[in-house]
């Protein structure tokens, strides 16, 4: 029967292939915590992300045997997903990871996203709060309603959130001080190979 309904993305690979690269996905993403990629695969890998955190939070007999089937280098992985990652996110219901979309990164234009833990040292979303609220501070402006949403999000399960906004706040104010506004020129990889021309 032709059509259908999907249930996940078959990313234009066989299955053996798709399983390998999600699993490679999901290892460095518990590995670095922030990792790019197009959008497709880091919506398929946010899936299976929550999953392996879920089996962490767990921390069972089971849900161990579980996870050292599906990760790369399960042994240097194992410690860090059923130790500091179990305890961050103790008390989440859910939603432990995020999809950002950025600016395409390869030059065939392929849409990008940022794949990340929420909560962690490379929080994105908590570092953007902190840069508006260091912005609307440096030009005595009020803070808006959408920005006093944001920092609620963020520092709602984070411990020592005030403490750790404040100090990036602090970090961003010193540098548009300095001038130094924070902005990086996307450097975009190549996809396809400079091939010298026969004729």
Avoid: C
């Avoid at 992300?49 to 599906?70: C, D, P, Y």
């Amino acid at each position: 029967m032709a059509g259908g309904l999907v249930k996940y993305r078959h990313l234009s690979r066989k299955s053996s292939h798709r399983k390998a690269l999600l699993r490679n996905l999901v290892s460095s993403l518990l590995e670095h915590e922030s990792i790019s990629t197009t959008w497709h695969k880091a919506k398929e890998a946010q899936r299976l992300a929550e999953k392996m955190i879920t089996h962490g939070k767990n921390n069972t007999e089971a849900s161990k045997r579980q996870a050292l089937k599906f990760l790369f280098r399960p042994h240097d992985l194992l410690p860090k997903l059923f130790g500091p990652l179990r305890e961050r996110y103790a008390n989440r219901q859910g939603g432990y990871t995020r999809v950002l979309r950025i600016e395409p990164i390869k030059e065939d234009q392929a849409p990008s996203a940022i794949l990340e833990l929420v909560d962690g040292p490379k929080d994105m979303r908590f570092a953007m709060t902190a840069r508006t609220i260091a912005r609307t501070r440096t030009r005595g402006q009020e803070i808006n309603d959408m920005t006093a949403a944001n920092i609620a999000k963020v520092t709602r399960f984070r411990p020592n959130a005030d403490q750790e906004l404040e100090e990036m706040v602090a970090k961003f104010e010193n540098l548009e001080a300095a001038g130094d506004y924070g902005l990086e020129e996307v450097i975009k990889k190549k996809v396809y190979p400079k091939v010298a021309r026969s004729r």
